[in-house]
T-cell receptor, first 117, second 108 residues
Framework: IAGITQAPTSQILAAGRRMTLRCTQD?????MYWYRQDLGLGLRLIHY???????GKGEVPDGYSVSRANTDDFPLTLASAVPSQTSVYFC????????????????FGPGTRLTVL | LAKTTQPISMDSYEGQEVNITCSHN???????ITWYQQFPSQGPRFIIQ???TKVTNEVASLFIPADRKSSTLSLPRVSLSDTAVYYC?????????FGAGTRLTVKP
């Protein structure tokens, strides 16, 4: 089934630990994104990637890193987790090449619920 | 930054038409306007996208005035299953802002 998968579904993590959230898409989309969603704040962009090999910072990048070694995978790493990183994390992808505009329809994964204690 | 402003919540009844307006006063020339729907415990789902004037698909219409400083999502004859949070999104890949969205509650 085409789409985006995220792993794990949920995770409880001790503060100071390193954690990588996985995201894989099989739609061959060039662009991928990571968002976090906190209650009452909507979604905020953490990092994005226009194409394999390139990444960029979004609205709230501090404390997070990403890599884009290939088209399909876009992992998000928390080097040393803190309680303020407790959130629901969504990965998304889009094919921004279709209409020549900055981005198009984004397809979202099911999310990862992360709790940092 | 491409910032949007929407009402926090709206109530409606089944069968009614619902219009949700989004303000985006500093929209850039190249920015499209996109609306998403989100149900609890799920990722957002694309509804409709437009640049100017009116766009219609099988689920909604999007009205954009000439100055593009606002847009209105129109949901015809809503049902209980349309209860969700609706987000207006503008901006390029590195300055997109979802905002808090509009929580629509459809009542029987």
């Amino acid at each position: 089934i085409a789409g985006i998968t995220q792993a794990p579904t949920s995770q409880i993590l001790a503060a100071g630990r390193r954690m990588t959230l996985r995201c894989t898409q099989d739609m061959r989309h060039n662009a991928m994104y990571w968002y976090r969603q906190d209650l009452g704040l909507g979604l905020r962009l953490i990092h994005y990637s226009n194409t394999a090999g390139t990444t960029g910072k979004g609205e709230v990048p501090d404390g997070y890193s990403v890599s884009r070694a290939n088209t399909d995978d876009f992992p998000l790493t928390l080097a040393s987790a803190v309680p303020s990183q407790t959130s629901v994390y969504f990965c998304a992808s889009s094919d921004s090449r279709l209409a020549g505009v900055s981005y198009n329809e984004q397809f979202f994964g099911p999310g990862t619920r992360l709790t940092v204690l | 930054l491409a910032k949007t402003t929407q009402p926090i919540s709206m109530d409606s009844y089944e069968g009614q038409e619902v219009n949700i307006t989004c303000s985006h006063n500093n929209i850039a020339t190249n920015d499209y306007i996109t609306w998403y729907q989100q149900f609890p415990s799920q990722g957002p789902r694309f509804i409709i996208q437009g640049y100017k004037t009116k766009v219609t698909n099988e689920v909604a219409s999007l009205f954009i005035p000439a100055d593009r400083k606002s847009s209105t999502l129109s949901l015809p004859r809503v049902s209980l299953s349309d209860t969700a949070v609706y987000y207006c999104l503008v901006g390029g890949i590195n300055d997109m802002r979802f905002g808090a969205g509009t929580r629509l509650t459809v009542k029987p």
